[in-house]
């Protein structure tokens, strides 16, 4: 709550993140929902005499959550959820250089389904998709916090 000539610094609720000089933006929750805000500060002056500061904060969630998505889709396999080939193989390529640098084993495990082409073609591709989604769940469920899986 605020009254006449209060700082708004002293309002409840007032996010204290806005008083950084960072301007590169915050998350805030309210309601359980977290919002991505961006500010802009400008100095208020009345010809050379500073008044104060006047930040402006802009709601960027929109953005942070297409920018999440895009994201998503740029690395990971559509259909399984998993790393797609590139992004597999880069994060492959670290942790393998990572074990040699520290004389340590690493392994690598390639699944293949069985028969996968007389699925495809006796119930037809969506039954075909159905399966590889499965094995990649079955998988996924299975992975621990440093392993990493791709199609």
Do not use: W
């Not at 959550?65 to 880069?90: I, K, P, V, W």
């Amino acid at each position: 709550r605020m009254s006449a000539g209060m700082p708004a610094t002293e309002a409840n609720g007032f996010p204290p993140q806005l008083l950084t000089r960072d301007d590169s933006g915050f998350t805030l929750t309210l309601e359980g929902e977290t919002l991505y805000l961006r500010t802009s500060r400008s100095r208020l002056k009345d010809g050379e005499r500073v008044l104060g500061t006047g930040i402006l904060v802009y709601d960027d969630t929109e953005n942070q959550h297409l920018m999440d998505e895009l994201q998503q889709m740029a690395t990971h396999d559509a259909l399984t959820n998993l790393y797609n080939r590139g992004t597999f193989f880069s994060y492959a390529t670290r942790d393998f250089s990572l074990a040699s640098r520290k004389r340590e084993a690493g392994s690598v495990l390639m699944i293949d389904i069985d028969h996968f082409k007389r699925v495809n073609d006796q119930y037809g591709h969506a039954t075909g998709d159905k399966v590889i989604i499965a094995v990649a769940r079955v998988r996924l469920a299975r992975l621990r916090h440093t392993d990493i899986c791709g199609r």
